[in-house]
């Protein structure tokens, strides 16, 4: 622990209701604070003291202080509340665990490699984890959703080993952490998800497939993992002794033209990924067969699911069809990205993804919560690292769409980072969302000013 309060002296804090007392719906005043993507990983290199060459998050003391600041304007209120992690709060793709000269196990995700994972990632973000701590400590609920960067989340000892480390001496993370699969629903008020499953190659084919799996089961990363370390291994054979490793095409493109050899002995790398193309195929086929059984009715899955977040079985299932649809077009994506390669080897930049797609399938997801009687008014998503707050349904007076945006350093240019939405529920009225962004240096948030659909 820090040593440091949670808030300043006063009243005790606003106790949040434990698991089991009473769950924080529309019916109770309360707020909810989302934030995503910070993409932890190693931290630093503890042999060098600089980051590691895979790390992507680098702002440990402005996240610790905006989780103890939001901590002491709830306190200060005496307003319960709870924090929301939608996603890719770790990035177990990004941590290394074999030395140099050795299989780094990038994409293992087997149980013992996300457990060792886990602990090198809270050892090498100590002041993330001490805020985290104390929130537990001050019985502030922690709900924790996956992302296509930490599915094994869904792992239960890998549940246990978080609950744990954010317990400390004394401590239990039991009845503040809680997991969802895949969706933080709240009756009348929110749906929350990372999003990735909108994102043709790093949807999963089912729903709640991942929570499913037996602690020695094999999870088969997403197709974008398999991607972003084949870009990784030919850049290690391009690039050797480089200190920042990044899965950028665009710097894969330049370093095989000035080393083409390195696109010969990473010859592993490419049957790798043949693999990977190939797996791929089978889960398109596979998923839409398990698609058109919940859809049916036969697909015991979605009946479970929805007693999990009170969605009902219809939602469900249209949200598996949606995210089927979504996989089907993994091919098409990387046929798109060939030619976008083709192009950058001619000199021609190559064209943008297709704006807004995470805007068109949250306005999917909304149709299909409202034909079965789920709608809400906010749909909170992730993924994509783009603050946004916009209209969802007809003239966008329906719903709202937002994106928490991205901690991390994986935005160019201008982008807004250190994003986050803040949702304030009190009974009888319809919920209010502001799209914030930390300002380290005052120590405040600040409204984000409107952006365009996100670019993927």
Known sequence: MSGRPLAPEGPAPARSPARGESEPSAKHAHSLVLVSDLHMASGRDPATGRPARTEDFARDSAFASFLRARAAAQTELGRPWRLVTLGD?????????????????????????????????????????????????????????????????????????????LGGPGLSGRDWIEFHPRIFYMPGVLYAEHGHHHHDINTTPQLWRYSEAGEGEVLEAPLGSELGEYITRLLEAAEPGTERLDPDLARLVAALRARPAAGIVTWRAHLRFARALGRQAVRVGRAAVMSRRATAGEDGRSGTAAADTALTHGSLAGLDRLAIATLANTFSRLSGMAVASRASRRGRPPEPPPPGYMHRAAAAVHRILRDHGDQVPLYVFAHTHAAERSGLGPAGTEATYLNTGTWSELVRGDAARLTFVEIEVEPNTPPAAALLTWDPTRGQAMPVEPAGPDRG
């Open 89 to 165: 709060l770790f990035d177990f793709a990004r941590v290394e665990l074999g030395g140099p000269g050795e299989d780094r196990r990038r994409l293992d995700t087997s149980t013992g490699a996300a457990l060792a994972k886990l602990d090198r990632i809270a050892a090498g973000h100590p002041e993330v984890f001490d805020a985290l701590r104390e929130l537990v400590a001050a019985g502030v609920p922690i709900d924790v959703v996956p992302g296509n960067h930490d599915l094994e989340i869904a792992r239960p000892a890998v549940q246990r080993r978080l609950r744990e480390l």
